[in-house]
């Protein structure tokens, strides 16, 4: 298939500012073969809603996205509907939702396929969480804690460093949390609504999970001591902890959460803070593998 024309949405500060070395190549290719492209360059001031405006404005048939996990939940909100075929090309620092479409492909292979004679096409399910869409995983507690405290960092190290300093310092510090889970009491440490099967930098957090079965696996991490916490991370870092009783697994279509007390969250990696939370699928995506 021939794209007529392709938007690519590039974040320029992805993995420390080095996604360039993803783009160059790209756009090299691009002319090469004669493709007509719109380029937009993420600045985190009104991304979602500028790159909407350029959709309205150009009949897109092709959206490359060269960034991480942000990158793709920012071109995510942005969608006016799910019938534009996205490529994602890995450019950030985890990439857990490239990982597990393009398994160990090299990044010039994954560049090369829109150009592919015969091509493939990965649908995906698309949830949404109070109004935002999400597309790998939702979080709520522990690691939403992570994530709104790794994005206020400012300080002279690589994303990975500070998500490794604020995991280890809320081992340590992060309080559980009570809430209604679909109507039902419960106390919390962590509640994973997992899509993939890896997030939040390569922990199988789900790894039963299936992207494109239109349930959700809900991981549930009880109220636990200081001693299971660092029991428990490197078996969730390997996808072991499913059978502990510490946690509650289930696969459901929609989840509610309500609580008194406002709860950090994130959505593929992007923090929010809300006391209620309504998860529920919204649609399918395709991405060309």
């Known amino acids: 298939?021939?794209?007529?024309?392709?938007?690519?949405?590039?974040?320029?500060?992805?993995?420390?500012?080095?996604?360039?070395?993803?783009?160059t190549p790209y756009l090299t290719i691009l002319k090469q073969e004669g493709f007509a492209y719109s380029l937009y360059q993420?600045?985190?001031?009104?991304?979602?809603?500028?790159i909407q405006k350029l959709m309205d404005e150009h009949p897109f048939d092709l959206i490359s996205i060269v960034g991480g996990?942000?990158?793709?939940?920012?071109?995510?909100?942005?969608?006016?509907?799910?019938?534009?075929?996205?490529?994602?090309?890995?450019?950030?620092?985890?990439?857990?939702?490239?990982?597990?479409?393009?398994?160990?492909?090299?990044?010039q292979r994954i560049l090369q396929i829109p150009f592919n004679n015969q091509q493939e096409f990965s649908s995906i399910d698309v949830?949404?969480?109070?109004?935002?869409?999400?597309?790998?995983?939702?979080?709520?507690?522990?690691d939403g804690a992570i994530a709104q405290k790794t994005q206020l960092k400012k300080i002279l190290f690589s994303s990975q460093a500070?998500?490794?300093?604020?995991?280890?310092?809320?081992?340590?510090?992060?309080?559980?949390?009570?809430?209604?889970?679909?109507?039902?009491?419960?106390?919390?440490?962590?509640?994973?609504?997992?899509?993939?099967?890896?997030y939040g930098g390569g922990f199988k957090v789900a790894p039963n999970a299936n992207i494109s079965d239109g349930k959700l696996e809900i991981i549930l991490c009880k109220r636990v001591s200081l001693f299971k916490r660092m029991y428990f991370l490197p078996l969730v870092k390997l996808g072991r902890h499913l059978?502990?009783?510490?946690?509650?697994?289930?696969?459901?279509?929609?989840?509610?959460?309500?609580s008194d007390c406002p709860i950090p969250?994130?959505?593929?990696?992007?923090?929010?803070i809300e006391k209620n939370f309504h998860i529920r699928k919204t649609g399918q995506v395709k991405v060309i593998v």
Not at 42 to 50: L, P, R
Not at 171 to 190: H, P, T
Not at 243 to 258: D, G, N, P, R, V
């Open 243 to 258: 059978h502990k009783s510490a946690i509650e697994y289930q696969q459901l279509e929609e989840i509610t959460i309500a």
């Open 69 to 107: 996990d942000g990158t793709i939940n920012i071109t995510l909100q942005a969608l006016p509907h799910f019938d534009t075929p996205l490529h994602i090309i890995p450019a950030g620092t985890g990439n857990d939702l490239v990982k597990m479409l393009y398994s160990n492909q090299s990044l």
């Open 127 to 142: 949830w949404t969480c109070n109004q935002k869409r999400f597309i790998n995983g939702f979080g709520a507690g522990f």
């Open 162 to 198: 500070k998500y490794w300093i604020e995991i280890i310092k809320h081992l340590f510090i992060y309080r559980s949390f009570q809430a209604k889970i679909n109507g039902e009491n419960k106390q919390v440490f962590m509640l994973s609504a997992a899509n993939g099967k890896v």
């Open 265 to 272: 969250a994130q959505l593929d990696g992007e923090p929010l």
């Open 42 to 50: 993420t600045n985190g001031n009104d991304d979602t809603e500028k």
């Open 1 to 23: 298939m021939i794209y007529q024309h392709t938007l690519i949405v590039f974040n320029p500060a992805a993995q420390g500012g080095k996604s360039h070395l993803a783009l």
